[in-house]
């Protein structure tokens, strides 16, 4: 029995002196993502560097190459995009719910400007959709976390929608972007 108190007494400490960490995202409506946005671009990206700042933190800068200005305006078909977190040598930072950008790959962003003018997504992820194009349709489809979702290959079946994985119908670029102009109104 003081064994038993002793484990439970030591487990309650561990809590206490142990990180612990959580994540709740509150998702953002498409509309609620567009009104907030200074610019919405659809582009694909270039690169990806990873740097430290002046007061030694990592981030990661994004150039893409803009396809289509939804909202906003722009001088050029380039434009950068920088999030907290990165590897920079040995070095690993992370943002939990940071959206992660690949090379090659195509976006629709929602963005702020920082000060010194690079985009920042809303809503860390929640601003940025990835597209494809749908291999049996040929439709280009987009989705982020809560919006959209990519078709399963062939012969798989999704389980059951469960409150940490509900089921979220395919969401077209067209239907994406009729949903920003009724938004950035």
């Known amino acids: 029995m003081k064994s038993l108190r002793l484990f439970i007494l030591i487990a309650g400490l561990g809590h206490i002196f142990l990180p612990s960490r959580a994540e709740v995202v509150i998702p953002l409506p498409i509309e609620s ?6 610019l919405i671009v659809r582009g ?14 990592i981030y990661t800068r994004v150039d893409l190459a803009i396809a289509e200005i939804w909202k906003g305006l722009l ?14 040598g040995e ?6 719910g940071q959206a992660s950008y690949e090379v090659g790959e195509e976006v629709v962003t929602f963005l702020q ?3 010194r003018g690079e985009g920042v997504s809303i809503g860390l992820a929640q601003g940025k959709f990835q597209v494809w194009q749908d291999p049996v349709t ?3 489809l987009a989705q982020n976390r809560f ?19 509900p089921i979220v119908p395919r969401l077209t670029v067209q239907e994406l972007r009729q949903r920003v102009d009724g938004g950035a109104r």
Do not use: K, W, Y
């Open 113 to 115: 400007f920082n000060s």
């Open 138 to 140: 040929g439709e280009s």
């Open 91 to 96: 070095e690993r930072s992370e943002v939990s």
């Open 75 to 88: 001088a050029t078909n380039r434009f950068t995009i920088v999030h907290g977190g990165g590897v920079l």
């Open 147 to 165: 919006h959209g979702r990519q078709s399963l290959p062939t012969g798989l079946i999704a389980g059951p929608a469960s409150p940490a994985h």
């Open 44 to 57: 694909t990206v270039l690169s990806t560097t990873v740097l430290r700042d002046p007061e030694g933190r």
């Open 33 to 38: 993502l567009a009104t907030n946005a200074q």
